[in-house]
C-alpha cells in the first residue's frame, strides 16, 4: 500500500509539531539538533538496533553497566512500539521535519543522559517505563507491518505518540531539576525516588491520558478490520452517553462547578430583595454586566448562590457559572473559570456539544485556545447568562494575566452575534474597580438597605436556637448589639455568635457583648490569642495553616491530624488515640478552619476536607501588618515562601517515615516536588541535613 496516499487530516502534523515544541520547552533541548540524534536510524531493522545505540551511550555510567539488562527490557516496548509506528506508515500524518519513531528514539536517549547514572533514577525510571509498556501494547496488537491504519486508528495512534513524548519531557525536565546539595538529600531521603518522582501530579495525570487513549483504540480497530458493528450500536450509543460528557470534562480540565461549602453558600428564602427592576433590566439588556461588590463576609456569594437557583427556575436559560475559591486550587486562575465556562456551556445543547467535540485534542487547550472557543459557544448559545462569583479570590497575578483578556474577548464580539449577560460579585480592590467602572449595572451591597434587614433576618433565626437559652431581652440586647456593629457583614456575626454561645447568665453576655472586636481583623486576634503562647500547640496550629494554606489540593481531615501530630524533629509523631479527626482539628485549630465535603477527581470519592472559614481568614494569616503587631497573634503569621517550605519539610517527613504517617504520605507521593524550589532548596538542605539519612 502507498501509505503516502492516505487522507490523513493535516490537523495530525500540526499536534505532533505542538508536542515537539512542548519536549523543546521542558527539556530546552531540539530533539534532533543534539549530538545523539545522527546516531538514531530513521528506519530500523530491528528493536535491538535501537537497544543497542542505547547501551553504547549510557555506558559511561557505572550504574548502567551493572544494571543497564534490565533497564533496557523496560524500555524494550517503547521501541517495539516505535518501530511499529515506522513500519506501519504512521509517519505519513506526522512532521517530516521530525517523524514520530526517530523522535522517540531520541528523547528516550536525552532521557537517558539526564538520570546521569544516578540509580534512585534509574529505579523510578523502570517503575515509569513498566506502567507504560501494557498501554502501548494494547494499539500494537492492532498494527501491521507496512499497512497503513485507518485513518480513526491513525488519529489515536499519533495522539498516542504525542502523549509518550510528553511524558518523556516531563520525565527529562524531572531529571534535569535537582542541582546541588539539596537534591541528594532528597534522594537519599526518599530511599529510591519511587514515592517522589512517579507521583508528580503531571507524570501521572499524562499517564490516565495515556490509557485513556489506549482504551478508546478497541472500538476503533473494530471498524478497521470490517466486523460489523451494528450489533453492538446499543451498547456503543449507551457508553457514549454517559461518557461523552466526562471526556470533555476531563480534556478541558474543568473543575466541577459546586464549590466547597456549596449548601453554607445557601440559604432558602434569603436575598428575595435582590430580584427588582434592576436585576431585570440586567436580564433583558443585550450585553449587560452587573458588577455587585461589597466587603468580605457579607455574604455575597450566599446572593450569588441565590441569583444561579433563581435563573435556573427558567428551563430556556443557557447559564454557566464558576465560584472562585481561595481554599481549592483547582478554581483560583483564569483558565479554570474559561474551561469551566467552555465545558458548561459546550454540553448544554446538541449543537454546542458537537462544535467542543470537534476541537478535542490530545492535550488540554490553553488559556489563549479557550477564549475563542467561549466566544464561539456564547455566540453559537445564544443568550448565555454567565455568573461569576468570589472574583477578588483569584489571585491578583492572575487578574493581571486574565481577568481583563477575558472581558475584552466577550465584549469584542460583534453586538449582532452576541447575547450574553454577565454577573460578577467581588470586594471592590483597585483592579477589579478599573475593569468594572463602566459597566451596565452596579450595586454596592453594604448600600442596599434590604441587605441588612436580611442581616437582622439571619441575626433572629440563629438567636431562635436552643443553645442561646436566654430571656427574651438579652436576646434583643444581643441582636441590636450585633446589627450595630455587624456593618453588614454575616461572618462577623457567626463569629460573635460563636463566641457568646459560652455565656450563661445575662451578666456573662453584656460582659462578652462590651467586649466584641469591632470588625474581623480584631476578631481574628481575639480568637489566636485564646491559645495558650507557653505550649508547643502554638507551632503546630502554625504548622497547620501553613499546609492548609499552600496545599496543592484540600487537604483530608486525616491528613492535617499527622500533620499536627507530627514532632518539631519531623522524624516522629505522637501517638494519639483520636475517635473523632474532625471535632479534634476544629478544638485545637481555634476557629479559623472548618470542614466540608470536597469531590476528589483523581480517586472519585468525596472526603470531608479542612479549609480556612473565610478568604479574609488566611489573608489575614499572610498580612505583613501581622508581622510587627504587639499581640500574640503575631506567632501565627506566615507568607508564601514559609507556607511551602513548612509543607515540602513535611512531605519529606512522610516519604521518610512513611508507615508512622500512612495519610499525608499519599498527598507526599503525588505533591512533594510542587513545594521545593529553587528559592527554598536552600533551607531545606539544612533542613534535611539535621537528620540521619541513608540509601
Given amino acids: 500500500m502507498d501509505n503516502k496516499k492516505t487522507p490523513y487530516p493535516r490537523d495530525l502534523a500540526e499536534l505532533w509539531d505542538a508536542a515537539l515544541q512542548r519536549h523543546e520547552l521542558e527539556t530546552g533541548t531540539k530533539l534532533l539538533g543534539t549530538a545523539i540524534a545522527k546516531h538514531y536510524p530513521l528506519h530500523p531493522t530491528s528493536d535491538d538496533e535501537v ?50 519513531g526517530k ?48 485513518p480513526a486508528l491513525m488519529n489515536i495512534l499519533v495522539q498516542t505518540c504525542v502523549q509518550v513524548l510528553e511524558i518523556l519531557a516531563m520525565t527529562t525536565k524531572y531529571c534535569n531539576s535537582g542541582t546541588g546539595h539539596a537534591w541528594s538529600s532528597i534522594l537519599r531521603r526518599t530511599k529510591d525516588c519511587l514515592h517522589s518522582f512517579t507521583g508528580d501530579s503531571r507524570i501521572k495525570a499524562a499517564l490516565e491520558k495515556l490509557d485513556h487513549l489506549t482504551k478508546n483504540e478497541l472500538l476503533e480497530a473494530v471498524a478497521e478490520i470490517g466486523v460489523t458493528v451494528r450489533d453492538f450500536q446499543p451498547q456503543i450509543q449507551f457508553i457514549a452517553d454517559r461518557t461523552v460528557v466526562r471526556d470533555l470534562r476531563d480534556w478541558l480540565n474543568s473543575p466541577k462547578e459546586q464549590p466547597l461549602n456549596w449548601e453554607k453558600k445557601r440559604r432558602t428564602g434569603s ?15 443585550k450585553n449587560g454586566v452587573y458588577w455587585i461588590y461589597g466587603k468580605a463576609g457579607a455574604g455575597k456569594s450566599v446572593l450569588c448562590s ?28 483564569c483558565r479554570s473559570l474559561a474551561a469551566s465556562l467552555v465545558f458548561q456551556l459546550g454540553t448544554c445543547s446538541e449543537a454546542c456539544q458537537k462544535y467542543l467535540q470537534g476541537k478535542t485534542k490530545s492535550t488540554s487547550p490553553t488559556y489563549d485556545e479557550l477564549l475563542p472557543m467561549l466566544s464561539d459557544l456564547v455566540k453559537l448559545a445564544g443568550p448565555v447568562y454567565i455568573v461569576i462569583d468570589a472574583l477578588d479570590e483569584c489571585p491578583e497575578r492572575e ?62 433565626s440563629q438567636l431562635d436556637r436552643k443553645e442561646y437559652c436566654w430571656s427574651s431581652d438579652v436576646k434583643e440586647a444581643v441582636r441590636g448589639t450585633l446589627m450595630r456593629g455587624s456593618n453588614g457583614m454575616f461572618l462577623w456575626v457567626d463569629l460573635q455568635l460563636s463566641r457568646l454561645r459560652g455565656c450563661v447568665s445575662s451578666a456573662d453576655v453584656e460582659r462578652a457583648l462590651k467586649e466584641l472586636p469591632a470588625d474581623l481583623t480584631a476578631t481574628y486576634e481575639h480568637i489566636l490569642e485564646k491559645i495558650d503562647p507557653s505550649s508547643p500547640q502554638t507551632e503546630r496550629v502554625r504548622r497547620v495553616f501553613e499546609c492548609v494554606a499552600s496545599a496543592m489540593r484540600p487537604l483530608f481531615t486525616n491528613e492535617v491530624v499527622e500533620i499536627y501530630t507530627l514532632n518539631t524533629d519531623l ?36 472526603h470531608r476536607s479542612v479549609q480556612f472559614i473565610h478568604f479574609s481568614a488566611k489573608e489575614f494569616l499572610m498580612s505583613p501588618a501581622l508581622r510587627d503587631t504587639k499581640n ?10 514559609t507556607a511551602n517550605l513548612t509543607l515540602s519539610k513535611t512531605s519529606l517527613a512522610a516519604l521518610d517515615v512513611a508507615p508512622a504517617l500512612p495519610s499525608i504520605l499519599v498527598y507526599a507521593d503525588s505533591h512533594w516536588r510542587d513545594h521545593v524550589s529553587h528559592q527554598n532548596e536552600l533551607d531545606l538542605d539544612n533542613s534535611l541535613g539535621k537528620h540521619p539519612t541513608g540509601l
Fill in 399 to 460: 487578574r493581571d494575566k486574565g481577568s481583563a483578556r477575558f472581558l475584552e474577548h466577550l465584549c469584542e464580539l460583534d453586538s449582532n452575534e452576541k447575547d450574553f449577560h454577565l454577573l460578577v460579585t467581588s470586594r471592590p480592590e483597585a483592579d477589579i474597580w478599573t475593569l468594572f467602572s463602566s459597566v451596565t449595572h452596579a450595586l454596592n451591597y453594604h448600600d442596599a438597605q434590604r441587605h441588612h434587614e436580611d442581616v437582622d433576618a439571619y441575626i433572629r
Fill in 571 to 606: 522524624r516522629s509523631s505522637d501517638d494519639m488515640n483520636i475517635n473523632d479527626s474532625e471535632t479534634f482539628i476544629l478544638e485545637r485549630c481555634t476557629g479559623l478552619l472548618n470542614i466540608s465535603d470536597w469531590f476528589y477527581r483523581r480517586d472519585g470519592q468525596v
Fill in 271 to 285: 436575598c428575595q430583595w435582590f430580584f427588582n427592576e434592576t436585576f431585570d433590566s440586567w436580564k433583558e439588556q
Fill in 103 to 150: 523522535a522517540i528514539f531520541v528523547a528516550v536517549g536525552v532521557l537517558l543522559q539526564a538520570t546521569k547514572g544516578v540509580s534512585a533514577l534509574y529505579d523510578a525510571i523502570e517503575h515509569l517505563f513498566q506502567e507504560i509498556a501494557p498501554l502501548l501494547n494494547r494499539i500494537a496488537t492492532h498494527l501491521r507491518p507496512s499497512a497503513a491504519p485507518a
Fill in 51 to 100: 537497544l543497542a545505540i542505547f547501551a553504547a551511550q549510557s555506558k559511561s555510567f557505572e550504574t548502567f553497566r551493572s544494571r543497564g539488562g534490565k533497564l533496557l527490557a523496560v524500555l524494550k516496548p517503547v521501541v517495539h512500539f516505535a518501530c511499529l509506528v515506522i513500519d506501519s506508515g504512521a509517519e505519513a500524518a506526522a512532521s517530516m521535519k521530525a517523524p514520530g
Fill in 632 to 641: 500574640l497573634a503575631h506567632r501565627y503569621r506566615f507568607d508564601e515562601y
Fill in 306 to 333: 441565590s441569583i444561579i437557583d433563581k435563573l435556573k427556575e427558567d428551563p430556556t436559560v443557557k447559564l454557566a457559572y464558576f465560584y472562585f475559591d481561595f481554599s481549592d486550587p483547582t478554581k483560583q486562575d
